[in-house]
C-alpha cells in the first residue's frame, strides 16, 4: 500500500491532540486508515448519556472521496438504518475536500441532535417518527438505554 | 581587523505572491490560509503527488478567492461529485482573471472544461461525438474571443 498522505497523518495527530468535545477517533494499528470512532449523545436529544461507537474508512481517493462512517452501536433515529448506514448529505452529494474527519464527525453529532424524518433511510423509524413523535422520541431513549449504555 | 572571505554561500528564499483582497486592508493571512484546502500543506510546498516545489507544482487562483496547488483543484473538479465547484465555498469553480500565477493553468483548465462539456455532449449525442466536440470548441473560442483571450472559463461550458 502506498505511504499515508500528509494530511491524513496532520488530521490524526490533531485528532489526537485537539480532540472534538464528545469525539474520539483512532485509527487501527494495521490500518491506519480505519478508525474507530465513538460519539457521545448530544445533550437534551434522546440520545444523551448514550455513548455510540462507529466506524470510519478514509478510502485510497480521501480526500477526493468522501470517508466511509457506519454505525455500530444500534440506535433508533430516521436517518440511520439497522446496517448503521447513514443519511448525510456530506457523505455522499455534498462532500467537498474542504471537509475533514472531525468536522464529519461533528455533522454525525449533530444529526443526532435534530433527527430529519422528511429525509429518511430507515422507513419504518421515520414513519413511527412522523405518526407519534414522542412515542419515536421515548423508543429511542430506551435503544440508547439498551444499547448505547457507558462501560 | 582584516576579514578575509575565503568562500560565499548563497542562500534564496521564495514563496508564491498570492494576492489577497482582505476587506480590512491588511496584507497578512492567518495560517488556515497558508495552507491548500485540499492537501492541507503549505501553498509553498507541493502537492501530495509532486516532488518539487514552483513551477512544477504551482497555485491557481479563483474567482472566488480561494487557492489551491493546481493539481489539487484539477483532481477535484475531475470527479462527478465536484460538479465544478470550488470545495471551500460551493461557488462555481473558475480562474481568477489577469493574474499572471493564473496564466500557466489557462490551457489546462480549458481541457478539462472542453472533456466535461463532450462527456456531457457525448450523453445526449452520441452518434455525432465529433460533431459535438467541434461545437464545443467552436463555442469555447467563440467565449476567448469575446474576452480577448484573458480567460477560459465561461459559466456555459462547465457541466454540472
Known amino acids: ?151 | 581587523m582584516k576579514v578575509d572571505i575565503e568562500e560565499v554561500h548563497s542562500v534564496f528564499a521564495w514563496t508564491w505572491h498570492i494576492p489577497k483582497d482582505n476587506k480590512d486592508g491588511s496584507l497578512e493571512a492567518d495560517d488556515d490560509d497558508d495552507v491548500c484546502g485540499i492537501c492541507r500543506a503549505s501553498y509553498n510546498a507541493t502537492c501530495p503527488s509532486c516532488k518539487y516545489p514552483g513551477d512544477e507544482c504551482s497555485l491557481v487562483v479563483g474567482e472566488c478567492n480561494h487557492n489551491f496547488h493546481v493539481h489539487c483543484i484539477y483532481r477535484w473538479l475531475d470527479t462527478t461529485t465536484s460538479k465544478g465547484l470550488c470545495p471551500m465555498c460551493r461557488q462555481l469553480f473558475q480562474l481568477k482573471r489577469g493574474l499572471a500565477i493564473n496564466d500557466s493553468q489557462l490551457e489546462k483548465f480549458k481541457e478539462l472544461q472542453l472533456r466535461k462539456r463532450t462527456n456531457t455532449a457525448g450523453e445526449f449525442a452520441d452518434e455525432d461525438d465529433e460533431e459535438a466536440i467541434e461545437r464545443a470548441m467552436a463555442q469555447q473560442d467563440q467565449a476567448e474571443v469575446d474576452d480577448q483571450g484573458d480567460v477560459i472559463m465561461d459559466q456555459g461550458l462547465v457541466v454540472r
Open chain 1, 1 to 151: 500500500m502506498a505511504s499515508l498522505p500528509k494530511r491524513i497523518i496532520k488530521e490524526t495527530e490533531r485528532l489526537a491532540s485537539d480532540p472534538v468535545p464528545g469525539i474520539s477517533a483512532e485509527p487501527h494499528e494495521d490500518n491506519l486508515r480505519y478508525f474507530a470512532v465513538t460519539i457521545e449523545g448530544p445533550e437534551e436529544s434522546p440520545y444523551e448519556n448514550g455513548v455510540f461507537e462507529l466506524e470510519l474508512y478514509l478510502p485510497d481517493d480521501y480526500p477526493m472521496e468522501a470517508p466511509k462512517v457506519r454505525f455500530l452501536t444500534r440506535i433508533y433515529h430516521p436517518n440511520i438504518d439497522r446496517l448503521g448506514r447513514i443519511c448525510l448529505d456530506v457523505l455522499k452529494n455534498n462532500w467537498s475536500p474542504a471537509l475533514q474527519i472531525r468536522t464529519v464527525l461533528l455533522s454525525i453529532q449533530a444529526l443526532l441532535a435534530s433527527p430529519n424524518p422528511n429525509d429518511p433511510l430507515a422507513n419504518d423509524v421515520a414513519e413511527e417518527w412522523i405518526k407519534n413523535e414522542e412515542l419515536a422520541i421515548s423508543k429511542a431513549k430506551e435503544w440508547t438505554k439498551l444499547y448505547a449504555g457507558k462501560r
